[in-house]
T-cell receptor
Framework: GDSVTQMEGPVTLSEEAFLTINCTYT??????LFWYVQYPGEGLQLLLK?????DKGSNKGFEATYRKETTSFHLEKGSVQVSDSAVYFC?????????????FGPGTSLSVIP | SQTIHQWPATLVQPVGSPLSLECTVE??????LYWYRQAAGRGLQLLFY??????ISSEVPQNLSASRPQDRQFILSSKKLLLSDSGFYLC??????????????FGEGSRLTVL
């Protein structure tokens, strides 16, 4: 079945460092891809998405490009801030079903230190 | 605008006691509704989803159940809690087939500790 793999961390970076969180997926169709973020003690919220190959999603300085040839959707940010400390989930959505079947990766915990 | 609320936010229950978590959505009609569980240090596990009133599908067999008595209300229940039911429970909604296809909108979560 469809699945998502991502580096589990935890990842610890200094403020203003470059961030990359790797995400790869396995899917039989052409899924939409997402990054969700979970701040401490809260629910998840959508960070960015891409719905087809070569699309780039971006938000709050974060970017990810849908790479069909490598089945990847790596999350990047050029300069992280302490406020970016959170858990990041890569996910895909299988639109062939009658509901939004979203499959999540295990999450990557990011800590940014001043 | 659409909002989602779930409660209680925190719950400490003894083994064998019942459970009821409630979730309501405002500002949208006929949403798809979901219950996820997030165990400590692990990813999200889909427990139940519902595409309409009274329509519940279970992804993982367990001692939990779900009900949807109204269009925008989703309830997670258990008759007898187990230690393994501890975790962070998240309600979510989506509108399948819309321009937001695949996007889930999550509530604030309910942290359950079973002792």
């Amino acid at each position: 079945g469809d699945s998502v793999t991502q580096m589990e961390g935890p990842v610890t970076l200094s403020e203003e460092a470059f961030l990359t969180i790797n995400c790869t997926y396995t899917a039989t169709g052409y899924p939409s891809l997402f990054w969700y973020v979970q701040y401490p003690g809260e629910g998840l919220q959508l960070l960015l998405k891409a719905t087809k190959a070569d699309d780039k999603g971006s938000n709050k300085g974060f970017e990810a490009t849908y790479r069909k040839e490598t089945t990847s959707f790596h999350l990047e940010k050029g300069s992280v801030q302490v406020s970016d400390s959170a858990v990041y989930f890569c996910a895909l959505s299988d639109i062939r079903t009658s509901y939004d079947k979203v499959i999540f990766g295990p999450g990557t915990s990011l800590s940014v230190i001043p | 605008s659409q909002t989602i609320h779930q409660w209680p936010a925190t719950l400490v229950q003894p083994v064998g006691s019942p459970l009821s978590l409630e979730c309501t959505v405002e500002g949208t009609s006929n949403p798809n509704l979901y219950w996820y569980r997030q165990a400590a240090g692990r990813g999200l596990q889909l427990l139940f989803y519902s595409v309409g009133i009274g329509q519940i599908s279970s992804e993982v067999p367990q001692n939990l159940s779900a009900s949807r008595p109204q269009d925008r209300q989703f309830i997670l229940s258990s008759k007898k809690l187990l230690l393994s039911d501890s975790g962070f429970y998240l309600c979510a909604w989506s509108v399948w087939g819309s321009t937001y296809a695949g996007e889930l909108f999550f509530g604030e979560g309910s942290r359950l500790t079973v002792l």
